[in-house]
Each structure stands twice: as structure tokens, then as C-alpha cells.
């Protein structure tokens, strides 16, 4: 069973910056793209950046410019760095295989506040 186990998260102010981490029990990580998701309370999840096998590496228009995806694939984990953090980036954190999802892990929650 592969396991997802997203860190990182907390309390900051807008502005702000915090890197995610999320670390897959999983020895096929290298092959496959890598997503970063969020949900708010009330909305669906959306993929906020995703990382493929090769580095290539796309994002939500609205985070474009704030937020880089990154990868090591020696230690099967996959970061999320977030800067100028704006109120409306508060959402649980995920991570997860974007074309063969496995089984969500308990994300990370991210609040963004004065």
C-alpha cells in the first residue's frame, strides 16, 4: 500500500512563505508525475502544481510566480514551496500520483492570516 505523508504546514502571515513536504512510500515515485493539491473548506480539490518525471513542471495560474514544485528522487519526496502566501492559498495541503492517485494521505493544512 503506498502511503503519502505531506508535512509542513502552519500557521503564517500573508506574505509569507512555507515549504511542503510530502514523502511517498513508494519505489515507483521516479516514473510517475507528482501532483501538489489543495481543498478549502466548501470547495473541491484542485491541483495547485505538478511535477513530472522529467522536471517539467506546471501550476494554477493563480499561483504561478509564487510557488515552485520540486522533487528528489533519491528519497521518493516531493516539496511545494510557497511564497508571498495570500489568505485565499488557506486550504489543506496534498500530495499524490496525478495519473494513478493512490489512496489521499491526511495532508497538511496551511492557514494564511494577520
Known amino acids: 500500500q503506498v502511503q503519502l505523508v505531506e508535512s509542513g504546514g502552519g500557521l503564517v502571515q500573508p506574505g509569507g512563505s512555507l515549504r511542503l513536504s510530502c514523502k511517498a512510500s513508494s519505489s515507483i515515485f521516479a516514473i510517475y508525475t507528482m501532483g501538489w493539491f489543495r481543498q478549502a473548506p466548501g470547495n473541491l480539490r484542485d491541483m495547485v502544481a505538478q511535477?513530472?518525471?522529467?522536471?517539467?513542471?506546471n501550476y494554477l495560474d493563480s499561483v504561478k510566480g509564487r510557488f515552485t514544485v520540486s522533487r528528489d528522487n533519491a528519497t521518493n519526496t516531493v516539496y511545494l514551496q510557497m511564497n508571498s502566501l495570500k489568505a485565499e492559498d488557506t486550504a489543506v495541503y496534498y500530495c499524490?500520483?496525478?495519473?494513478?492517485?493512490?489512496?489521499w494521505g491526511q495532508g497538511t493544512q496551511v492557514t494564511v492570516s494577520s
Open positions: 511535477i513530472s518525471a522529467g522536471g517539467h513542471t
Open positions: 499524490n500520483y496525478v495519473q494513478a492517485p493512490r489512496p
